[in-house]
């Protein structure tokens, strides 16, 4: 196999990541109070990035805690009232 073929995966991987992170789009708690599963997942997916060792960063970092402040607000309406 050529170095070329070999090098292809390396060269296509770092792409289609940093397509996919640009994707996303920052969220804010109101839309999250009102999208209380895309909170969890959101919160689903920044414990799976920890669990694996990385440190959240960019857009998840901002998504992650936007989706916990509006699940703690959840909790605390459901609590109070």
């Known amino acids: 196999m050529s ?3 070999r ?3 390396a060269l296509i991987l ?3 990541l940093t ?3 640009c994707s996303e789009k920052t969220r804010t708690v109101s839309y999250y109070e009102k999208n209380a599963e895309a909170a969890r997942d959101v919160l689903d997916k ?3 990035e920890q669990d694996k060792g990385y ?3 960019g857009v998840l970092a901002e998504n992650c805690k936007n989706a916990l402040k509006a699940q703690r607000k959840l ?3 459901n609590i109070i009232y």
């Open 3 to 5: 170095i070329k073929k």
């Open 7 to 9: 090098m292809l995966p």
């Open 14 to 16: 770092p792409m289609l």
């Open 19 to 21: 397509l996919s992170a």
């Open 46 to 48: 920044c414990k799976a």
């Open 55 to 57: 440190e959240v960063e």
């Open 75 to 77: 909790i605390r309406d």
